[in-house]
Each structure stands twice: as C-alpha cells, then as structure tokens.
C-alpha cells in the first residue's frame, strides 16, 4: 500500500510540472518575465536583477519580443515668441542654426526611459517644435523609427545607425554588464555620425527627465571648451581609476596641469566643431586601447575615457541640469535623494530604473516624478 501511494504521488508530481511547462516564464521573477531576451547563439537570457540586461559570451544582445507600445503624446506646438510652426513644418533637413540638437541613444531595453525624455522635453519647451532629436540605434532600426513616429507625429527627428563593431573590440569588463554594451560607446563617435552642418548638440542618457526648457541649456556658452556639463571637485576622483593607473608615473601625469573634477557623462553639451578639429574621438580610442590591451586602468565602462581625455577641460554647467544618482548605486541600487538646490533635469543613473521599479512595485519614493511621464500603454498593468 505504501509503495502503490508513493508511485500515485510520483505520478502527480510529473503530470503538474508537464503541465506547467508550456508556460514556464510564470514561474519567473517579473523583471525576468518583462523581457526575455536571445542572444546570438540562440540561448535565452534574462535581464537580472530588473535593472539590467545580462550578456552571454556571444557579446550581442538580440530583443526577441515586440517593442512596447506607446499611446500617442499630446501635441505641442511653438508659442507666438518661436518662429513659424509652418516655416519649421516645411523644413525636412536637420541643418537648421536656429533649432535646439538633441541627442539620444535608442534600444528596446531602455525605450520605455527614451519616449519619456522626450515626453518631457517637449512638454516644458517653449518653442517644441524648434527641438530636432538626433537618435542613434543599432538594431531595429525601421521598428523604432516607426514607434517614434507613432508617438510624436509632429516630433522633428533624425535617426542614425551606430555600427557595434566599431568599438565591440575595444570594450572591456565593466561593474555592471548594462556598461558594457556597444551603444554606450555611440556618444564617442557624434562628431563622425551627425552631419557637419550639426555644429552643437546636447546629449542625453535615457533614463531622465527634464522638467525646464531645454533652450536654456542650449544656450549656455561653452567659451574655449568642447564639452559642458555639471563638474563636482569634491568627489574623490581617484576611485574611477585602479591602483595600477595611479601607480604608474607615466598614466597618472595624464592630470598634471589640470585640475579634474568628475562629471556624468549623461548630461553633455558638445561642442562637435571643436570636437572635430582637436580628434577628441580618437584621443578616447586610444584610452580605450589602453584599457582593453595593456592594462585594466578603470572599472565604469565609458565614462573614465573621457575623464581622461575631458577632466579639468570642461565647462561648468548648474547642477540643476543634472540631478544624478536616483537609480542608486551601481552594485544595489539603493533609493537616493535629490540634492540640495534648485532642479531642471532628473536623472536615474545607476543600477535601478525608475519603470522597473514601478512595475515591480517596489519603487524610490522620487520615482513618483518620472510615473507622469511614462507613455507605456497598460504599463501598470504588466505584472498583474
């Protein structure tokens, strides 16, 4: 009897795990489930942690499944102070003096965090329709043009397609596998990819929001500098760089008669004439070369190059552009405060995103300032 109830228990057994099979992702965390991702050897990977797409030894990450889909934003329109929105209308060249150049990087991981810049952008904009939006995408890119499109119908863009293998060699490990990807790499290579006639830009990251007119921080003057960006000297500037950087006499003179201060190079304005003239984009290759091929002499992915080629040369910009850090450290994630002092630009730099959080339901208290931006269709409804 005993034996005949045991062989019955085995049985069930078998017949619910058959049965639950077919739908296997139900018994994944949510973040996993919100975006199962294929590599190019065909095997299946999970973002981890939600924060994060993992990588497989393949290197490239493939989105499999479809893009999120996004209700249409509101139309704004230039005010009477702007030049003509039928003038602006007729003009279908980005080589415009007069329009505000902004540029972004666009991938399906981090969609969701681009149509909400833009949302945002336009949303606090004087004059929207003088905006000309510069995206650079490396996969898709027919898809996202057409998702763009559908959700800004009147938005002036441009997108740009950004070879991977042009910097896939030089890339190294990094803290977190979100670092590592090849279009994290594409703001090196603005100056070669926009066209000449596209003198200035401003670059921004994905996952922030700008709650003021862009054309303020478009009009900041640059004086002698190529970049422009928030600077703090108080950080210990030393930890982006490994032991082996400052212990060898010949990398750690790369500082010597500047005096550098760290910046995030997710808020940026660039100077892409000056750019272009000095060859800054080599000068980060050459960095990159040294990292990849000689020794390890940073840990954050595409940041310290242009510490090293930048630091202690660029022009000071508010900090209320770049309130940095609210995606939390790099390694947990943990919920941050704004800084003291006023606000034009939020940005979740860091390991936690502020939709995934929201799905999850376990959001930072300040990821209530990004909800309102979020155009997601159903985007509260995904883990129900």
């Known amino acids: 009897m005993i034996w005949t109830l045991k062989v019955w228990c085995m049985a069930t057994l078998f017949a619910t795990v058959a049965m639950w099979l077919p739908s296997l992702q139900t018994w994944l965390p949510a973040e996993a489930v919100r975006s199962p991702l294929i590599t190019m050897t065909g095997s299946i990977v999970h973002p981890g942690n939600g924060a994060e797409p993992s990588t497989s030894l393949a ?17 704004y329109r230039n005010g009477r102070q702007c030049a003509s929105s039928e003038t602006v209308n007729r003009s279908e060249s980005v080589c415009d003096d007069d ?3 902004v540029t972004m990087t666009l991938d399906a991981f981090y969609l969701r965090g681009s149509m909400a810049a833009i949302f945002s952008i336009l949303k606090h904009s004087e004059c929207p329709e003088n905006v000309i939006f510069h995206f650079l995408v490396s996969d898709r890119d027919d898809e996202l043009q057409s998702l763009v499109h ?6 002036r863009f441009k997108l740009y397609h950004f070879d991977e293998n042009m910097v896939r060699w030089r890339i190294s490990s990094s803290v977190r596998s979100a670092l590592e990807q090849p279009l994290n790499y594409a703001r090196n290579y603005l100056a070669d990819l ?16 700008v ?28 930890k982006y760089f490994t032991t082996a950087f400052w212990s060898d006499p010949a990398l750690a003179s790369t500082f010597d008669g500047r005096k550098p201060c760290y910046f995030n190079t997710g808020v940026m304005v660039m100077d892409l004439e000056k750019w272009r003239q000095e060859k800054y984009t080599q000068l980060i290759e050459s960095w990159m070369y040294v990292q990849k091929d000689q020794k390890r002499i940073y840990e954050l992915g595409s940041l310290p ?24 450290d790099n390694l947990h994630g943990r919920c941050r405060p704004l800084h003291p002092g006023p606000v034009s630009l939020l940005h979740w730099s860091g390991k936690g995103k502020p939709w995934l959080r929201l799905d999850s339901r376990t959001p930072c208290p300040l990821d209530s300032l990004w909800a309102p931006y979020d155009l997601a269709i159903r985007s509260s409804l995904a883990f129900s």
């Open 305 to 328: 190059p242009f510490l090293l080629v930048f630091a202690g040369n660029v022009q000071p910009i508010e900090h209320r552009w770049n309130q940095h850090g609210l995606g939390g």
């Open 99 to 101: 329009a505000v150049h």
């Open 59 to 75: 290197g490239k990450i493939v989105e499999t499944r479809e893009l999120p889909a996004f209700r249409e934003a509101p139309s």
């Open 194 to 209: 926009l066209e000449p006639c596209v003198k200035r830009v401003i670059y921004l990251d994905s996952d922030l929001v």
């Open 150 to 155: 559908s959700t800004f119908p009147f938005l």
């Open 211 to 238: 709650v003021d007119d862009i054309s303020k921080l478009w009009g900041i003057s640059l004086g002698d500098h190529a970049l422009g960006a928030p600077v703090y000297c108080h950080a210990n500037f030393t």
